[in-house]
């Protein structure tokens, strides 16, 4: 089974502090991809990636930024907190053959309070 | 931007019943999936079915996709007070890359 992994199931933090969220999954899948979801907005796009080193923007990328140094492993990284990004983190990856895309594995998610 | 849309946000029914959500969807797909969410959790795939199917089976699941009226319907028979989760549908987008795009979901409870 694919087991996509993520650091924290809760996390703190203050105003202004830089915080990171790493996942990792272990089924050697090129693309990972990083979701905000909120009440009554779904699941949004923050930021992708389909190779190591390679990254990509996704609908909501401002205030994130992302690092790929190893295939297994896409961490998310807020430069600095605000209490807008309070919201539920979730990790996911793919593998695709050519152009079809299969099903995406999740990680279990990071709730995120920023005070 | 959402592509799927889920209707009803939200079904209450009872153990025993079926369940029938629906979504639909603006632009052209290559498939679509079905994922559920249980509370304060992770998403967990369902079902995947492609442009050119038109029905797909998996347990109690029953998927329909209609592209010509770009829209899809995921059935949960004999529903059970397990079945309790929000419901999602995605859709690729074709840029290129091909990315997810996800629905706001349909609430579902079953009572027992």
């Known amino acids: 089974d694919v087991k996509v992994t993520q650091s924290s199931r809760y996390l703190v933090k203050r105003t202004g502090e830089k915080v990171f969220l790493e996942c990792v999954q272990d089924?050697?899948?090129?693309?990972m991809f990083w979701y905000r979801q909120d009440p009554g907005l779904g699941l949004r796009l923050i930021y992708f990636?389909?190779?190591?080193?390679?990254?990509e923007k996704g609908d909501i990328p401002e205030g994130y930024s992302v690092s790929r140094e190893k295939k297994e492993r896409f961490s998310l990284i807020l430069e600095s907190a605000s209490t807008n990004q309070t919201s539920m983190y979730l990790c996911?990856?793919?593998?695709?053959?050519?152009?079809?895309?299969?099903?995406?594995?999740f990680g279990p998610g990071t709730r995120l309070t920023v005070l | 931007s959402q592509q799927g849309e889920e209707d009803p946000q939200a079904l209450s029914i009872q153990e025993g019943e079926n369940a029938t959500m629906n979504c639909s969807y603006k632009?052209?797909?290559?498939?679509l999936q079905w994922y559920r969410q249980n509370s304060g959790r992770g998403l967990v795939h369902l079902i995947l079915?492609?442009?050119?199917?038109r029905e797909k089976h998996s347990g109690r699941l029953r998927v329909t996709l209609d592209t010509s009226k770009k829209s899809s319907s995921l059935l949960i028979t004999a529903s059970r007070a397990a079945d309790t989760a929000s419901y999602f549908c995605?859709?690729?987008?074709?840029?290129?890359?091909?990315?997810?795009?996800f629905g706001t979901g349909t609430r579902l409870l079953v009572s027992p």
């Open positions: 996911a990856s793919r593998f695709d053959r050519g152009l079809l895309v299969h099903e995406q594995f």
């Open positions: 089924m050697d899948h090129e693309n």
């Open positions: 990636s389909y190779d190591v080193k390679m990254k």
């Open positions: 632009t052209s797909i290559n498939n």
């Open positions: 079915i492609r442009s050119n199917e």
């Open positions: 995605a859709t690729d987008q074709n840029t290129g890359f091909q990315k997810l795009v």
